[in-house]
């Protein structure tokens, strides 16, 4: 998108609060509390507070999915979908993104000062769940006054969010648009995981998560990443990218990036660690791989739910392959749950979520439409 | 098979030789010598030498690939295949099955002691290839009176080197069978190496390949095997082996082994610390990703080569997914080289090459039959 149609200067908002009696009760057992959320919020809630939607991120991500801070060169991460006219239309919506609890980005997470100690919480902070994470957003949006979510979308974990909320809260979800994901990590999603935190933990300046005042366990942290960064994309995507290109031709190598592929993830490794905690990124993968909305969790037998749904996958995605967002949609067919699905055929793998806008706002405005005001949107700026 | 219709048992040999003056010549420019080759050797070479059959090992196997050595317990890797009456009949057959140089199971390797200090090479040792591999493989073939190999064989790393070795050596290769393999590493293969490297790497014992007084570094190779077993493996035999089920039910998690798949890929990457050297692996799978045979590098375009090829893929393997052994048949069938291919259905992913035994029995029985003897073999013990 380019800047004229972005939703323009933003800036992120806190949202403290405290479940009576005083903390968040949270679905392993623990309580966390107060607690802090950091979101974003792009146009204007309505006078009956119905135009609401919420973004929910992925793993990594943050409250700023769209528009600029300042002189900022890069807009937020989902600013192609949200904007004046754009499938997220702040002519239309009011529009929020919260960032998850256990992150890093401004809401409460292990690198928070713990109120008892003084500290971080470091892994004293409590085992915490996708549901945990809709929990805390469930404050924010009450404390917004709002009722009904008209929508309710996120990719990958995000749309484990997206499920969530139509498990933990159904009347409060007119709509949901769960993209990329799953109702439960296979064993190979779970051993991906699994490596990427042993590769913090095994870097011995992670301390046992102890690090707040050394820095970063930085070699673990860009090597967690590196490995992730492989599972976004598709054999073709890299292919196209990088193909078996040489970044340096001396031959006698003593494991330098000698391909180009290699010098990218070291790049992609090495600035994730700027960007973004070693705990938050152990805390989260783990809430991913317990999530499991699987057998009859997801629509409790013989409940109603009228939420609808549009269900979207990607072909070369083989981190959340497409037969996964099939048995979403086999979960809520066989509940009566009025839902739609499309894959579409991009190249990218499971970073097309990102990538692949103009397909995915042409599913979003058309559903949105169809569902909101019973007609069919003209299409203004196709190709 | 059982322990009757094994080679019983057997030992290993080792060859050591310097390639005139001294040293043997490297593709990237070095030199190595004097070289070690280990080795073993089932069945009898017949007079005529014509009923030799090399077998290839992959990445982080041995020489030791049948039989028992003294009251062992587990035969050789490939012991499956290989017995008096198997696919690779000892009745008929002389098996022979080296270590690769570069590694750590009696050939010369980074571990070995460099002459020119008396200490390990570490990364003193130079860059190798898979064609040096197969150099020195020639030098051990020569000095058993070997003119022509009756068969080359091998899966993964040890199909590269099947396809070498017609690629170096034409006219000393009557047949060849690649299997799981490729004729060059896609960017996505090299990405996983390249991330199995950085895992050996970040580990700070690893002391930039000096370690070998210390102990080897554990961490980071024991995440350097975990990640290679989740690319061993299929999303369905994942779930077949592990599902979600867990091993620890203690939600209050601090990044424990909760998940079965979590507490195998830990049990196997610790086993495999205790028998691989960490600096092979950086030799062994940079030799991989520089290995590339595309593009009439495998048959010079005019050059008339009698060797005939069985390929054999499997269809859950996504890590040398049937594609590039689709690529292989394609660049020998445009090169006019007699070219039989199968994809096997297996379940298994990589590992299938280990583990399906039956069909893989089943086709290199028909296929030597069918290339030596001119008839189709009587199948004798098929359930």
Chains 1, 2 share one sequence.
Not at 78 to 104: E, L, R
């Amino acid at each position: 998108m380019s800047k004229e149609k972005s939703v323009g200067l933003v800036e992120t908002k806190y949202f403290t609060f405290a479940e009576p009696p005083n903390e968040l009760a949270l679905e392993f057992g623990g309580k966390l509390g107060p607690v802090t959320i950091a979101y974003e919020t792009y146009g204007a809630l309505n006078s009956d507070k119905t135009n609401a939607i919420l973004i929910c991120h992925a793993l990594s991500a943050d409250a700023h999915a769209a528009g600029y801070y300042g002189d900022e060169k890069d807009p937020g991460w989902w600013d192609g979908m949200i904007g004046p006219g754009n499938a997220f239309d702040t002519d239309k919506h009011f529009i929020i993104c919260s960032n998850v609890i256990g992150g890093c980005k401004g809401s409460t997470g292990p690198s928070s000062v713990n109120p008892a100690t003084g500290k971080p919480y470091a892994l004293d902070f409590p085992s915490i769940t996708i549901a945990d994470m809709v929990h805390a957003q469930r404050h924010l949006i009450d404390s917004l006054g709002i009722d009904k979510l008209m929508c309710v979308v996120g990719a990958s974990m995000g749309g484990m969010q997206a499920l969530q909320w139509v498990a933990s809260y159904p009347e409060r979800v007119r709509s949901a648009i769960p993209i990329a994901t799953a109702l439960k990590h296979s064993p190979q999603q779970i051993a991906f995981n699994e490596v990427v935190r042993q590769s913090v933990m095994a870097d011995t300046a992670w301390r046992e998560g102890n690090y707040y005042e050394y820095g970063q366990p930085e070699k673990g942290l860009a090597l967690a990443r590196m490995i992730g960064h492989i599972t976004f994309m598709s054999v073709q995507s890299m292919e196209e990218k990088f193909s078996r290109r040489l970044k340096n031709v001396n031959y006698n190598f003593k494991f330098g990036a000698d391909f180009e592929v290699e010098g990218y993830l070291r790049y992609k490794g090495d600035s994730f660690v700027k960007r973004f905690d070693a705990n938050s990124y152990l805390y989260i993968t783990k809430a991913i791989d317990y999530f499991d909305l699987s057998a009859g969790k997801l629509i409790p037998n013989g409940k109603k739910v009228d939420t609808r749904f549009l269900i979207i996958s990607f072909r070369s995605d083989w981190l959340y392959p497409s037969f996964q967002s099939q048995e979403i949609v086999r979960e809520l067919k066989m509940r009566h749950v009025d839902a739609t699905y499309c894959e579409l055929r991009s190249t990218y793998g499971h970073d097309a979520f990102l990538v692949e806008m103009e397909e995915q706002r042409d599913l979003v405005r058309h559903f949105l439409d169809k569902t909101f005001n019973g007609y069919e949107v003209v299409r203004e700026y196709d190709i």
